[in-house]
């Protein structure tokens, strides 16, 4: 039986909605260096959707979106700070890359495809939420079928001469108590802390290697090929219903461990009590309502006819992508999707086209537009050392399972910085990536010798950072295939 389970998506949106934009802002400072604009931009985004939902159904329904174009080098945190956007207002967020829907044939992409993958993401997310409401019920059902298994309920034994015995009518013994009479009775207790003892066994983990007989589901799908000029979507087919045997209905028997049957029962049982349809629902609303979609390299498909070729135009691309972007309503295996809410971020560098090379109509649907700054050497000290997870954090935790202890001083810190700096300088500026392609260089020897080393203290210093990166620093050529 599915169990209805209380909205979760009210209860996120409560206290997001405690976030002003200066706090929204403060959120990405923690993960984002720099580009304060950008932060305030899509601060304001979030908080007017917020301010969106107080208003009458009416109100909200004419409010629009304020689609954001993002201005800017590669590696300045675009991406980044869309993406942390989405996890801190709990939205579904799908990067996608605008120049895929340029390709022709098997590589290239329907432009709204882009909504079809959004609604698979809420719908995993969703999903997960449940499976968290309900762990504990399924983790508490599987251990009852395991015992089940482990130790068969006895059997009722059956009425004598004819009667019959039911759960609203049990049968009264009217014959003297005998000693066959006690046994039964006494029985019951007994089979009961059999079944409790085994329970304290089965968490315990001593249980664990013991084998057990399941039936388990066939997942063997036939194999088969539509084709079709419409996606599957769109076609109004279900083939579970039609080929029931055929699509994983039918069981097997199967031996397994007690703990492998016992992650196999609570994943059954979880999926026994989410509700798919109140997940569907749930997904849809919320990505009506809070979606966002990052399109990335907009630049490539920037520009009006020109020339000819084997790729799909760009401004037909374009065209394409405006309908998503103004509002529409896509079919999707879940249901029809209205776009008319989605949040679109679109990000590109802009090096050879600019934002007023797109048609007219898709500028008019981005009315914010942001430039992100080239990173500068106190940039990048700061993301070497600010975030939660910043990149020297990482590789002191990584050597640490080697028993290593790595430690960075401020200065050497700084030389990277100034290294990074300097190469995106003469050579392509790729942004904070530069720091990857650097710190390995850096700690190139460091992490091959690890396992071996005997001296567990390492200290990077300035005078280190110099000796790893000087060589090929000084020789332009070089640098620009290894850095």
């Known amino acids: 039986m599915a169990i209805y389970l209380p909205q979760t998506v009210e209860e996120e949106l409560i206290a997001l909605d405690e976030l002003t934009p200066r706090e929204i802002v403060a959120e990405l400072d923690k993960y984002v260096v720099g580009q304060h604009?950008?932060?305030?931009?899509?601060a304001i985004a979030l908080r007017n959707r917020m301010r969106r939902q107080k208003l009458s159904p009416e109100m909200a329904e004419e409010v629009m979106p304020k689609n954001i174009i993002m201005i800017g080098p590669t590696g300045v945190g675009k991406t980044e700070i869309a993406r942390r956007l989405a996890k801190l207002a709990n939205s579904p967020f799908l990067k996608v890359e605008a120049s895929k829907f340029t390709e022709v044939g098997y590589v290239g992409r329907d432009v709204e495809s882009m909504i079809r993958d959004l609604i698979e993401i809420a719908i995993d997310m969703v999903r997960?939420?449940?499976l968290e409401d309900v762990a504990e019920k399924a983790e508490m059902n599987a251990e009852e079928r395991i015992l089940d298994l482990l130790l068969p309920p006895s059997p009722t034994p059956a009425p004598a001469d004819g009667a019959t015995a039911t759960a609203s009518e049990p049968a009264t013994i009217h014959a003297e108590?005998?000693?066959?009479?006690t046994l039964t009775i006494a029985a019951e207790p007994s089979s009961t802390r059999s079944r409790e003892k085994l329970r304290q066994q089965?968490?315990?983990g001593k249980l664990d290697e013991?084998?057990?007989e399941l039936d388990v589901r066939e997942k063997n799908m036939p194999a088969f090929e539509i084709i079709s000029n419409q996606g599957i979507e769109d076609m109004d087919i279900n083939f579970k219903d039609m080929l029931p045997n055929i699509f994983g209905q039918r069981t097997k028997k199967r031996k397994m461990k007690v703990s492998e049957a016992f992650d196999y029962l609570i994943a059954e049982e979880e999926q026994r009590l989410i509700d798919m349809d109140q997940v569907t629902k749930t997904a849809l609303d919320r990505v009506e309502q809070s979606g966002i979609i990052f399109l990335d390299e907009i630049d490539k498909i920037a520009g009006r006819e020109s020339g000819h070729g084997p790729d799909v135009s760009r401004e037909g691309v374009q065209r394409d992508i405006l309908p998503i972007v103004e509002g529409t309503t896509i079919n999707t295996r879940y249901g029809m999707l209205r776009t008319d809410h989605i949040l679109f971020i679109a990000a590109g560098a802009f090096h050879v086209s600019k934002p007023s090379d797109l048609i007219p109509e898709l500028q008019g649907r981005f009315p914010i537009r942001v430039e992100l700054k080239s990173l500068t050497v106190e940039d990048f000290v700061k993301i070497l050392t600010e975030p939660k997870s910043s990149l020297t954090?990482?590789?002191v935790a990584l050597l640490e399972t080697e028993g290593l202890k790595l430690e960075f001083t401020p200065d050497a810190l700084e030389e990277i910085a100034i290294f990074a700096a300097k190469v995106n300088e003469t050579t392509e500026n790729i942004g904070a990536r530069r720091l990857h392609t650097i710190m390995e260089r850096v700690l190139d020897k460091i992490s091959f010798d690890a396992p071996e080393l005997k001296e567990k203290d390492v200290k990077i210093?300035?005078?280190y950072v110099g000796s790893?990166?000087?060589?090929?620093?000084?020789?332009?050529d070089l640098s620009r295939y290894i850095l």
């Open 37 to 42: 604009d950008a932060k305030r931009a899509v």
């Open 202 to 204: 089965l968490r315990e």
């Open 128 to 130: 997960e939420e449940k």
């Open 468 to 476: 790893m990166l000087a060589d090929i620093v000084k020789d332009q």
């Open 177 to 181: 108590p005998s000693l066959s009479t």
């Open 210 to 212: 013991r084998t057990v």
């Open 461 to 463: 210093d300035r005078a």
């Open 393 to 395: 954090k990482q590789y």
